[in-house]
């Protein structure tokens, strides 16, 4: 493998891009309009224009991704995250057209990318399920029927859903109607499936997930979890690796059955099974990624492991060269996905030019991006800048090194997700280990980073304000040898 097409932009494509350089392959972008001076652009060996600025006139047309590898001869395609790289029918057209995709096979995409085939599945190896159908429900009234077995609450889930897409939450019977054909309308709009199922709901959920590791000579591992339950719209926005709340023989459960359920599928590359944990502790199985996820980082810090380059490896044939018990856990790392958003307007995506664009450094920082300063964030996108990842011999001094990371990145132009990250890192159910998935709703408002800043401002001047009169207290204390009685009253006071 001498050559490969990145089939993606931003961060991730530059990450790509940067593990086949110390590989000694070379790299060819693609870019729409938007992106015809971005980072990704530049840093490859080779681009290819493939369309205007909307995906579904670029990124998305696997043709065009197709005939850019053959016009610049490169072998193989790594999708990256989103757009293309979890679309069985885009992974079908590599193979037929003799390249080779860095990711899983076109049926393991398949089945890990509707929830009801990957449940079935992962039943053939007992993996945990919530209690719930295993089939598509088509009748309202027997579906009712099972939603009271089940017991309420229940959710109501889009088969070929994600992103919180064709999700309900149904508290009584009496709503279970009009819930399910409204779930159902909105998977049809965006999944263009109206197949939906029912689970019982848990209602302060840990979303765990487990990162995993396939070859063709039919070893898998797992490179043991992350915690994603810092979320906004069913959509994370801090990830930490390991969890603070898994005891050591949880995680090897946990990680016996993120295997499994891999291996239910030939699985090939990386992927992640994810979990639901409940407050006792129990979990279980969600659903498969097969791809790279945003939060890979985390992963990659605490297990010393390069995963593009072990896709890259794992795509040209080769067998993992480490096991199991080679790999353990070093650390703590913690990610914050930095989006063009405003928090306390609901995290609306934000637009505009970055005036200002300066990231942390130091020890234990690592800003994966692909802006810089003066570029414009573009609408047609999703909206996230960079990912600030930090890690630390310990939990404490990892959320330590965010606080500092975040004061040190310097945004202007635009409303970022920087202030929110240093608000989770702060609060005591984060610090504590003590939150769930509805950690926003539970404590997060509109104007709580006003406040926020608002009460930093006012300590800083009271430290200010001491500082200063400190300063003028050993100024006077001494004119020509004498106590003034200036300082002898301000003491008395």
């Given at each position: 493998?001498?050559?490969?097409?990145?089939?993606?932009?931003?961060?991730?494509?530059?990450?790509?891009?940067?593990?086949?350089?110390?590989?000694?392959?070379?790299?060819?972008?693609?870019?729409?309009?938007a992106?015809?001076?971005?980072?990704?652009?530049?840093?490859?060996?080779?681009?290819?224009?493939?369309?205007?600025?909307?995906?579904?006139?670029?990124?998305?047309?696997?043709?065009?991704?197709?005939?850019?590898c053959?016009k610049?001869?490169?072998?193989?395609?790594?999708?990256?995250?989103g757009?293309?790289s979890?679309?069985?029918?885009f992974?079908?057209?590599?193979?037929?057209?003799?390249?080779?995709?860095?990711?899983?096979?076109?049926?393991?995409?398949?089945?890990?990318?509707?929830?009801?085939?990957?449940?079935?599945?992962?039943?053939?190896?007992?993996?945990?399920?919530?209690?719930?159908?295993?089939?598509?429900?088509?009748?309202?009234?027997?579906?009712?029927?099972?939603?009271?077995?089940?017991?309420?609450?229940?959710?109501?889930?889009?088969?070929?859903?994600?992103?919180?897409?064709?999700?309900?939450?149904?508290?009584?019977?009496?709503?279970?109607?009009?819930?399910?054909?409204?779930?159902?309308?909105?998977?049809?709009?965006?999944?263009?499936?109206?197949?939906?199922?029912?689970?019982?709901?848990?209602?302060?959920?840990?979303?765990?997930?487990?990162?995993?590791?396939?070859?063709?000579?039919?070893?898998?591992?797992?490179?043991?979890?992350?915690?994603?339950?810092?979320?906004?719209?069913?959509?994370?926005?801090?990830?930490?690796?390991?969890?603070?709340?898994?005891?050591?023989?949880?995680?090897?459960?946990?990680?016996k059955?993120a295997?499994?359920?891999?291996?239910?599928?030939?699985?090939?590359?990386?992927?992640?099974?994810?979990f639901?944990?409940?407050?006792?502790?129990?979990?279980?199985?969600?659903?498969?990624?097969?791809r790279?996820?945003?939060?890979?980082?985390?992963?990659e810090?605490?297990?010393?492991?390069?995963?593009?380059?072990?896709?890259?490896?794992?795509?040209?044939?080769?067998?993992?060269?480490?096991?199991?018990?080679?790999?353990?856990i070093?650390?703590?790392?913690?990610?914050?996905?930095?989006?063009?958003?405003?928090?306390?307007?609901?995290?609306?995506?934000?637009?505009?030019?970055?005036?200002?664009?300066i990231?942390?450094?130091?020890?234990?920082?690592r800003?994966d991006d692909?802006?810089?300063?003066?570029?414009?964030?573009?609408?047609?996108?999703?909206?996230?800048?960079?990912?600030?990842?930090t890690?630390?011999?310990?939990?404490?001094?990892?959320?330590?090194?965010?606080?500092?990371?975040?004061?040190?990145?310097?945004?202007?132009?635009?409303?970022?997700?920087?202030?929110?990250?240093?608000?989770?890192?702060?609060?005591e159910?984060?610090?504590?280990?003590?939150?769930?998935?509805?950690?926003?709703?539970?404590?997060?408002?509109?104007?709580?980073?006003?406040?926020?800043?608002?009460?930093e401002?006012?300590?800083?001047?009271?430290?200010?304000?001491?500082?200063l009169?400190?300063?003028?207290?050993?100024?006077?204390?001494?004119?020509?040898?004498?106590?003034?009685?200036?300082?002898?009253?301000?003491?008395?006071?």
């Amino acid at each position: 493998m001498q050559k490969i097409l990145v089939a993606n932009r931003g961060e991730i494509a530059l990450r790509v891009m940067r593990s086949a350089r110390e590989m000694g392959i070379k790299t060819v972008a693609v870019y729409s309009d938007a992106d015809r001076n971005a980072l990704h652009v530049r840093y490859a060996d080779e681009a290819v224009h493939i369309g205007e600025s909307p995906s579904s006139q670029s990124y998305l047309v696997g043709s065009k991704i197709i005939d850019a590898c053959h016009k610049t001869g490169a072998e193989a395609i790594h999708p990256g995250y989103g757009f293309l790289s979890e679309n069985a029918a885009f992974a079908r057209k590599v193979r037929e057209a003799g390249l080779i995709l860095i990711g899983p096979s076109p049926e393991a995409m398949e089945v890990m990318g509707n929830k009801l085939s990957a449940k079935a599945a992962a039943l053939k190896y007992n993996i945990p399920m919530v209690p719930g159908t295993e089939e598509a429900i088509t009748d309202i009234n027997e579906a009712k029927l099972r939603a009271v077995e089940v017991g309420f609450p229940i959710l109501i889930k889009a088969a070929a859903g994600g992103g919180g897409k064709g999700m309900r939450i149904v508290e009584s019977a009496a709503d279970f109607e009009e819930q399910m054909q409204l779930a159902v309308s909105e998977a049809v709009s965006a999944f263009g499936d109206g197949s939906v199922f029912i689970e019982r709901y848990v209602s302060s959920p840990r979303h765990i997930e487990i990162q995993v590791l396939g070859d063709t000579h039919g070893n898998i591992l797992h490179l043991f979890e992350r915690d994603c339950s810092v979320q906004r719209r069913h959509q994370k926005v801090i990830e930490e690796a390991p969890s603070f709340i898994l005891t050591t023989e949880i995680r090897e459960q946990m990680g016996k059955c993120a295997v499994d359920v891999a291996r239910s599928v030939n699985y090939t590359g990386a992927g992640t099974v994810e979990f639901i944990m409940d407050e006792q502790l129990n979990f279980y199985f969600l659903e498969m990624n097969t791809r790279l996820q945003v939060e890979h980082p985390v992963s990659e810090l605490i297990s010393g492991v390069d995963l593009v380059k072990e896709q890259i490896k794992i795509a040209r044939g080769e067998a993992i060269s480490f096991k199991q018990e080679d790999l353990k856990i070093n650390g703590h790392a913690i990610e914050l996905r930095v989006y063009a958003e405003d928090p306390d307007n609901n995290f609306l995506p934000d637009i505009g030019t970055l005036q200002t664009y300066i990231t942390p450094k130091g020890p234990g920082v690592r800003v994966d991006d692909g802006f810089e300063q003066g570029m414009e964030i573009p609408i047609y996108y999703d909206p996230m800048i960079a990912k600030l990842v930090t890690y630390g011999k310990d939990r404490t001094e990892a959320i330590e090194r965010m606080i500092r990371a975040i004061d040190e990145y310097h945004i202007t132009g635009i409303t970022t997700t920087l202030g929110f990250g240093k608000f989770v890192m702060q609060h005591e159910a984060f610090v504590s280990g003590n939150f769930d998935t509805h950690f926003v709703k539970k404590y997060f408002t509109p104007g709580s980073l006003q406040t926020s800043n608002e009460d930093e401002a006012l300590i800083a001047a009271m430290i200010m304000e001491k500082l200063l009169s400190t300063q003028r207290l050993k100024v006077a204390e001494v004119v020509d040898g004498k106590v003034s009685d200036w300082v002898k009253n301000r003491r008395a006071v």
